[in-house]
């Protein structure tokens, strides 16, 4: 389907301030899950493994422009998000933007179109909406009732020197300060090392995105 | 028994279609408790798979929690009428119950898996402006405070014109 990729997509200093200046809360965000999930369970209710721990910290996803005078809106497409890099230098080419130096070279860039993937879609808004206090409480009356710690979600745009749409979802909270100051959360999880807390603030999240049913199937172009 | 069943289909790509038919007679708005112990039942056989991609250990726990929980979880929420259900399995080692009602009330019991700590339980409640209980609970306190919710102020009952004054 594609014999190289695409240059569209390649980041460089003019495309980047487009990006940045043309998106609003109204754009929409497209995730990629595999093949073989799906976002409903068979009750009909979003799949909470689409929003676990592993994936939801530093998500990734691509801009899709809401109005057809945006800069880049001919384009983006969702299906961008369906491109797999591959190669030795794939770390590099997914690097972090920084500047119009470190432009590649199509022909230096191997990929993967993988046509089967399945697409998710949610909302800046929606997903910036989300905030809370964590932990849980606790259910024992006579343990001390834990200081309750602030959460927010933000979407950030990250750039990287192949994919000019690429944003993250972030979320930040602000107990290792004891309330003082907010971090980020790390992402990219074992399964044995999950940060303090981080269940207890994915689980809201997950709660609040089945309840107002924030994400959505999206269909390839 | 009530006349409900639930067919699955296997799809290309290993994708699952499934199908609910309810007995003409039945309201369809209302999931009674043999429906859903079908629905949950199935949903574990369906996402109980991510659990066993870990190890058999967890999965084992999996088991064990759900033949645990799952006939009292179900024989409880049904008594509140649900308008809908969903069991999920989720490879960060959880079960996770949801459970919609009348007037914007929903709830979630969330399981995880703990081998070396032992399980824990969280619950959410919801009505129509956010959350109304949110802590690690034991099933049935949780349960117990739902359903003190959802009765107290008359929207229990499903007659429409009670359910008009009860937002």
Known sequence: MYNSYPSRLLSNEDTVSKVLSSQCNDCEFIHRIGSDQSLYTIGNEIDPEVINFGRFCGLSNNIKFCKDTDDCYHVSFVDDVKFKIKGENKKALEAPFDSGDNIPKLESIQFEFDETLNLIGFRKRDMESLKGVYPWSKKQQNEPIPEDYRFYVKLEYCPNSINVFHFQLEIYGNHRSKGEKFEKFKGRLSSNSKPEYLNSIIGKIKNIIIRDRLLFPVTST | ?167
Do not use: W
């Open chain 2, 1 to 167: 028994m009530l006349g409900s069943t639930i067919n699955c289909a296997e799809l290309e790509g290993d994708s699952i279609k499934c199908e609910i038919f309810m007995d003409q007679n039945h309201d369809l708005n209302l999931l009674e408790k043999e429906h859903i112990l079908s629905l949950t039942k199935k949903s574990f056989e369906l996402y109980s798979k991510r659990l066993s991609a870990i190890s058999n250990e967890v999965y084992d726990l999996g088991l064990f929690e759900f033949n645990n929980s799952n006939e009292f979880i179900v024989n409880e929420i049904s008594k509140l009428n649900p308008i809908s259900s969903s069991l999920s399995v989720t490879s960060d080692k959880s079960l996770h119950y949801t459970f919609r009602f009348i007037n914007d009330y929903s709830a979630f019991f969330e399981t995880y898996l703990d081998t070396e700590f032992g399980n824990q339980t969280f619950i959410e409640v919801f009505n129509n402006e956010g959350p109304i209980y949110s802590r690690q609970s034991s099933l049935d306190k949780g349960i117990s405070f739902l359903k003190d919710k959802i009765k107290s102020n008359d929207c229990y009952s499903l007659m429409p014109s009670v359910n008009e004054v009860c937002v």
